[in-house]
């Protein structure tokens, strides 16, 4: 593992329950800076609740109780000082189903800045280069630049997922975490959003959340391997595909339970 | 398909024989009831029409009458001996005024709590106030009329030293109190249905819960809120007894909220018993009722257009 400068999240000792169940326990885990990290397991194994962590979105529902701690970008969220306005914007999430909102594509992208800003320091030409700047980020810029004022919802469901993306970026998050981000897509849409994970690599630390195998091992650099609610294995996704170090992966990545 | 066999025992029979004569025609006949239970509303609105215009119309060619002053007179002198003279104008005002006091009071508190209902408020309390609210949607208006008769007429001249509590305010207020429940427990349902993607989109983007509400709940659910709305104007504008009984039922054109007005409802219910059928008095009350029909008509149709408007942005 490398150092503490190079990790964008980190958890120790994560214990989450829904009401009595135990969704996670004893989760320590640190996510490289920078990269592409996937977490594979089958249904029910605490993925997406890990995912869902990272930026607290989790507590909507107020059954949920976590203890642990979880330091993202060198700063542990439950710290009461702690603005989770704050956290949500340097974390940004995208979601299983694209659910961009029922407005136009371009109040859809200005969505964060007019939620984070005064009225007043928002200038209309701040707006305009703001959404050019996203949409061209996320390769939407040609199909929509005529289409703005289009409304979200009546767009592709790749474009309305890579809408999804650009409407994080005016926020400059640092973190990108990804729930199954292409479920609801077909192939080519799901080649659209890989390629476009490449793009945004380097620049933000992506955490994908995947059912597809096939997905993780050639979108991601490290995967995390969970089930029932345990971390079993986290290492490279070269290294946890090829050499497995616990029997348990060898079985899920082979296909016999899942 | 081929024909259905009348007779037990034909050839089409033999070669389904699942199904019974009787069953099929058993089919055809629910099928043809419910096609005439979605037709009746139409026939109903229209029989409906059709009865009132016919108790009405022969009034329109008597010499007392000009449909002029029926719509633009404020003289309201149905039993006059030398001079009848029938002008709704008065009464179209104070149904329009005690409407608009209602809306005015009802669509903030109901669209309020509709929100806070569907949003803010815990599972707990969420079940206990929405059967409050409905248990008030279920107070006959009667009873409602009674309330502003004695209870808040006196509050009304208490607070403003006014002469006479059973006024315009009055009216609305009760009217407010009808319309609040109506709005709520339709406008918690629109909310209810925007998908809860969209709350987690808001929320993910740091969002506060007020933001999440007036930015993206409000817009994704302003039909189903204007629907709520509308509905709540629509029983504040055919409410008959609460306003007879908390208006005041003056005929006069009201100058502020304390002037006591008469609504062309109350007027119907207060004056039809009294009209000699067959006068003229009792066809021009009826024609009130057309004048109603048409106002409602005409409340829908534009609501039907703004719906529609909104639809297609």
Redesign the interface.
């Known amino acids: 593992m490398s150092g503490p400068g190079e990790l964008s999240i980190i958890t120790r000792g994560l214990n989450l329950y829904y009401g009595a169940f135990q969704a996670l326990s004893d989760i320590s885990v640190g996510i490289r800076r920078g990269l592409i990290t996937s977490m594979i397991g089958p249904s029910g194994c605490g993925k997406t609740t890990l995912l869902r962590c990272f930026n607290r979105v989790n507590e909507r529902y107020d059954y949920v109780r976590t203890t642990g701690e979880i330091i993202v970008l060198g700063r542990n969220i439950y710290d009461p000082d702690v603005s989770l306005i704050e956290l949500r914007k340097s974390v940004g999430m995208v979601f299983q189903r694209p659910n961009p909102l029922p407005v136009s594509v371009y109040e859809n992208v200005v969505f964060g800045l007019r939620i984070h800003s005064d009225r007043s320091a928002l200038k209309r030409a701040d707006l305009d280069v703001a959404v050019e700047k996203a949409l061209t980020e996320v390769g939407l810029w040609k199909d929509l630049r005529d289409r703005l004022k289009v409304k979200a919802t009546t767009l592709q469901l790749e474009q309305q997922q890579k809408l999804c993306i650009a409407r994080l970026l005016p926020l400059k998050p640092e973190v990108i975490l990804m729930d199954e981000p292409c479920s609801a897509l077909d192939v080519e849409g799901t080649r659209g959003i890989e390629e476009l994970m490449f793009e945004l690599k380097g620049r933000y630390t992506i955490v994908i959340v995947t059912h597809n195998m096939a997905q993780a091992r050639r979108a991601s650099d490290e995967s995390i391997f969970m089930l029932m609610g345990k971390l079993v294995e986290h290492a490279p996704t070269e290294d946890l595909f090829l050499n497995p170090k616990n029997p348990k992966t060898l079985e899920y990545i082979e296909g016999r339970y899942g | 398909m081929s024909a259905v066999p009348l007779t037990p025992g034909g050839a089409a029979a033999e070669r389904r024989p699942t199904r019974s004569t009787l069953s099929l025609l058993g089919e055809r006949v629910i099928e043809a009831l419910i096609k005439l239970s979605g037709v009746s509303a139409v026939i109903f609105v229209v029989a409906i029409f059709f009865f009132i215009f016919r108790e009405a119309a022969p009034v329109l060619w008597s010499k007392d009458f000009h449909i002029l002053e029926f719509l633009f007179s404020t003289e309201w002198y149905p039993t006059s001996v030398s001079n009848v003279r029938y002008g709704t104008l008065a009464l179209t005002v104070g149904t329009l005024s005690v409407t608009a006091v209602a809306i005015v009071l009802a669509v903030p508190f109901g669209l309020g709590a509709a929100i806070f209902v569907s949003e803010f408020c815990s599972p707990k309390l969420k079940e206990t106030l929405k059967i409050v609210i409905e248990l008030l949607a279920a107070i006959p208006s009667v009873v409602w009329g009674f309330v502003g008769l004695t209870v808040m007429s006196k509050i009304i001249v208490t607070l403003t030293g006014t002469a006479v509590g059973v006024n315009l305010l009055n009216g609305g207020v009760i009217l407010a109190l009808m319309s609040v429940p109506i709005i709520v427990s339709i406008g918690e349902d629109a909310l209810r249905a925007v998908?809860d993607?969209?709350?987690?989109?808001?929320?993910?983007?740091?969002?506060?819960r007020w933001?999440t509400v007036y930015?993206?709940l409000l817009?994704?659910a302003k039909n189903g809120l204007l629907a709520a709305v509308l509905l709540g104007v629509g029983r504040a504008v055919g409410e008959t007894m609460a306003v007879l009984m908390a208006t005041g039922h003056a005929v006069h054109i009201p100058d502020g909220l304390l002037n006591s007005v008469r609504t062309l409802t109350a007027n119907v219910a207060a004056e039809l018993g009294e009209a000699p059928a067959g006068s003229s008095h009792y066809r021009v009350l009826f024609l009130t009722g057309v004048l109603l029909f048409w106002i409602t008509m005409v409340v829908n149709v534009a609501a039907d257009l703004v719906v529609r408007g909104i639809r297609r942005?």
């Open positions: 998908p993607s969209y709350r987690e989109a808001a929320v993910a983007l740091g969002a506060t933001q930015r993206v817009p994704a942005k």
